[in-house]
């Protein structure tokens, strides 16, 4: 069964701290994305991949960024960490044309306090 | 601009009662259209989706969905609800090459 997983299902952290969240995937999808999601503004993006070092900006990219070394991980990093962050993290792979194949790993519920 | 709006953020239906889920969209490029569900704390599961042909599209878990092109729709359906369906339900427009963009979710409650 393919998959998408991310490290931590819960993580605490307090404000100023440097967060990493990690996602790997095991389909060797060219595309990968970060989504934060909130009550009532559904997902959105804050940047994807679509190759290993190369990374495009979402629609709410700041305050984030993203490291993808290798092909089947991609890592998004608050470089400090504030209360606004606190969301729902979901990771995504696809295939290349960003349509096939668009698995969601099962979330990062971060707070920052 | 692209949007997907799903108009309904709560809706509560008894077991057993039919169930739809509205999602309009506008999307300037031939949108491929999806559903998701999301258990509580759990990601996003695709329930079906369209790409093209019959208008009508089975998905997974007895859900149905219809694309109407003139009025931009692709509502959800389901005949008979059972408890295990309550969950939050997304509705998503993409093309080949684009990012998805996403409906803010409508959260099903189900009454025994």
């Known amino acids: 069964d393919v998959k998408v997983t991310q490290s931590s299902r819960y993580l605490v952290k307090r404000t100023g701290e440097k967060v990493f969240l990690e996602c790997v995937q095991d389909?060797?999808?060219?595309?990968m994305f970060w989504y934060r999601q909130d009550p009532g503004l559904g997902l959105r993006l804050i940047y994807f991949?679509?190759?290993?070092?190369?990374?495009e900006k979402g629609d709410i990219p700041e305050g984030y960024s993203v490291s993808r070394e290798k092909k089947e991980r991609f890592s998004l990093i608050l470089e400090s960490a504030s209360t606004n962050q606190t969301s729902m993290y979901l990771c995504a792979s696809s295939y290349r044309d960003r349509i096939s194949r668009y698995t969601f790993g099962s979330g990062t519920r971060l707070t920052v306090v | 601009a692209q949007s997907v709006t799903q108009p309904d953020i709560h809706i509560t239906v008894s077991e057993g009662a039919s169930l739809e889920l509205r999602c309009n969209y506008s999307y300037g490029a031939t949108p491929y259209l999806f559903w998701y569900v999301q258990s509580p704390g759990q990601g996003l599961q695709l329930l079906l989706k369209y790409f093209s042909g019959d208008t009508l599209v089975q998905g997974i878990k007895g859900f149905e969905a219809e694309f109407k092109r003139s009025q931009s729709s692709f509502n959800l359906r389901k005949p008979s609800v059972h408890w295990s369906d309550a969950a939050e339900y997304f509705c998503?427009?993409?093309?080949?090459?684009?990012?998805?963009?996403f409906g803010p979710g409508t959260r099903l409650s189900v009454l025994p």
């Open positions: 389909m060797d999808h060219e595309n």
């Open positions: 998503a427009v993409g093309a080949y090459g684009q990012n998805f963009v």
């Open positions: 991949s679509y190759d290993v070092k190369m990374k």
